[in-house]
Antibody, heavy 124, light 107 residues
Framework: QVQLQESGPGLVKPSETLSLSCIVS????????WSWIRQPPGKGLEWIGN???????NYNSALKSRLTISVDTSKDQFSLKLTSVTAADTAVYYC??????????????????WGKGTTVIVSS | DIQMTQSPSSLSASVGDRVTITCRAS??????LNWYQQKPGKAPNLLIY???NLQSGVPSRFSGSGSGTDFTLTISSLQPEDFATYYC?????????FGQGTKLQIK
C-alpha cells in the first residue's frame, strides 16, 4: 500500500525559502501526478500545485512566482520550494497522490493517498 | 478561479440522523467534484470522487450526487466516527479549489 511521508524544517525565517520533500513508499512514483496542499492553522485547504512523474507541473497562480515543485524518480520523491516566505505561509503542508481518469471530453483528478502532514512555522 | 461554497459551515446532529451537506461551484464543473473528511490533527481522507463514486473502503452510508454547479454529500445514518469536517474540491480546472469546510458536530 502506497504511503507518503513529508519531511523538512519545521521553522523557516521570513524572506527565506521553505523546502519540503515527500517520499513515496510501497509503490512507484511513475505514472502518477503528485500534489502539495496546505492548511493554515484553523483554516481550510489550499491546493499548491501538481507535478507529473515526467516533471510537468501545474501551479496555483497565487503562488506561482515563488513556487517550484520537482520530482526525483530515482529516489521516489518529489519536492516543494517556496521562496520569500511570510507568516501567511505558516501551515500544515500535505503531499498527496493524484489519480487521473477520463470523463466526458476531459480528465478528472482526485487525491486518494495523503501524507500525515508536516507543520511549517514562518517566524524569526 | 472557481469558487466553491459549502453550506452549512457547521451542523449539529445526532447519531442515527440523516445529514446532507451542499457544495456549490461558481461555474459549471461537470461532475469533477470530490469530497474529503478530515478529523482534528489528521490528513484529509477521500470519501467520494467524481461526484458520486464511493472510494474503496468508505462505508456505504456515504453518498454523493450532483453535476454542473450543485452537489450534495449525504450520510444516511450518522455514526460516532463521522463527526469531522467535510470539504468539497473541484478538479475541473486549476487551481483545484476547495470549499471552506463543513464542521459536523454532535448535538
Amino acid at each position: 500500500q502506497v504511503q507518503l511521508q513529508e519531511s523538512g524544517p519545521g521553522l523557516v525565517k521570513p524572506s527565506e525559502t521553505l523546502s519540503l520533500s515527500c517520499i513515496v513508499s510501497g509503490g512507484s512514483i511513475s505514472g502518477y501526478y503528485w500534489s502539495w496542499i496546505r492548511q493554515p492553522p484553523g483554516k481550510g485547504l489550499e491546493w499548491i500545485g501538481n507535478v507529473y512523474h515526467s516533471g510537468t507541473t501545474n501551479y496555483n497562480s497565487a503562488l506561482k512566482s515563488r513556487l517550484t515543485i520537482s520530482v526525483d524518480t530515482s529516489k521516489d520523491q518529489f519536492s516543494l520550494k517556496l521562496t520569500s516566505v511570510t507568516a501567511a505561509d505558516t501551515a500544515v503542508y500535505y503531499c498527496a497522490r493524484v489519480l487521473e481518469g477520463v470523463g466526458t471530453g476531459s480528465y478528472y483528478y482526485y487525491m486518494d493517498v495523503w501524507g500525515k502532514g508536516t507543520t511549517v512555522i514562518v517566524s524569526s | 478561479d472557481i469558487q466553491m461554497t459549502q453550506s452549512p459551515s457547521s451542523l449539529s446532529a445526532s447519531v442515527g440522523d440523516r445529514v446532507t451537506i451542499t457544495c456549490r461551484a461558481s461555474q459549471s464543473i461537470s461532475s469533477y467534484l470530490n469530497w474529503y473528511q478530515q478529523k482534528p490533527g489528521k490528513a484529509p481522507n477521500l470519501l467520494i470522487y467524481v461526484a458520486s463514486n464511493l472510494q474503496s473502503g468508505v462505508p456505504s452510508r456515504f453518498s454523493g450526487s450532483g453535476s454542473g454547479t450543485d452537489f450534495t454529500l449525504t450520510i444516511s445514518s450518522l455514526q460516532p466516527e463521522d463527526f469531522a469536517t467535510y470539504y468539497c474540491q473541484q478538479t475541473y480546472s486549476t487551481p483545484y479549489t476547495f470549499g471552506q469546510g463543513t464542521k459536523l458536530q454532535i448535538k
